[in-house]
């Protein structure tokens, strides 16, 4: 673990975010591909948020969301792009969270339960969670990515703004 965190430099605040960049990062790789790996399921739980009828539209979300997780998270890992990275992500975790909070109320409300029992699968592709525990996860990954958006997480980037500045 030493040699890792010699290769991270600068101080504490800069390695724990250096981690969770590429934490951020490994998860949206994560998730980006195991919807890309099953589009059809993936749309299957698209249509039951009901966002739109309009099956091209659903379709299109289906075929390049996951894609463009996948691509943020190779991002985010290199360290190429990171505010912009960062900023497009903070932007879906926001939605993402928003619709998820939504669904879940209306399942709540549909089945009689109390708010913190239903659990169903998001599409986040992690499977069915309990939404109290997927709702803090998301605003976890928010938060990282608004810290990220700060500037931090420059050490070990390939490319953090144009030009290049290693100065942190």
Not at 29 to 35: I, T
Not at 42 to 63: D, G, K, M, P, W
Not at 77 to 83: E, H, K, L, P, T
Request: hydrophobic content about 50%.
């Amino acid at each position: 673990m030493k040699p890792i965190l010699l290769l991270l430099g600068g101080n504490a605040l800069d390695r724990a975010t250096v981690l969770a960049r590429w934490t951020l990062g490994g998860l949206f790789l994560y998730m980006g591909w195991v919807k890309a790996t099953d589009t059809e399921h993936f749309l299957e739980l698209l249509r039951e948020y009901h966002l739109t009828q309009n099956t091209l539209v659903l379709n299109s979300i289906a075929i390049t969301l996951p894609w463009f997780e996948v691509f943020c998270g190779l991002l985010l890992v290199a360290g190429i792009a990171v505010r912009g990275t960062a900023l497009l992500l903070a932007g879906m975790l926001a939605a993402f969270t928003t619709v998820v909070a939504h669904r879940a109320v209306g399942v709540a409300a549909t089945q009689a339960i109390p708010y913190c029992s239903v659990k169903f699968d998001c599409g986040c592709g992690g499977g069915a969670e309990f939404i109290c525990a997927k709702l803090p996860e998301n605003i976890g990954m928010f938060l990282i990515a608004v810290w990220l958006l700060a500037g931090r997480g420059r050490s070990l980037c390939a490319l953090y703004s144009w030009p290049c500045r290693r100065d942190r």
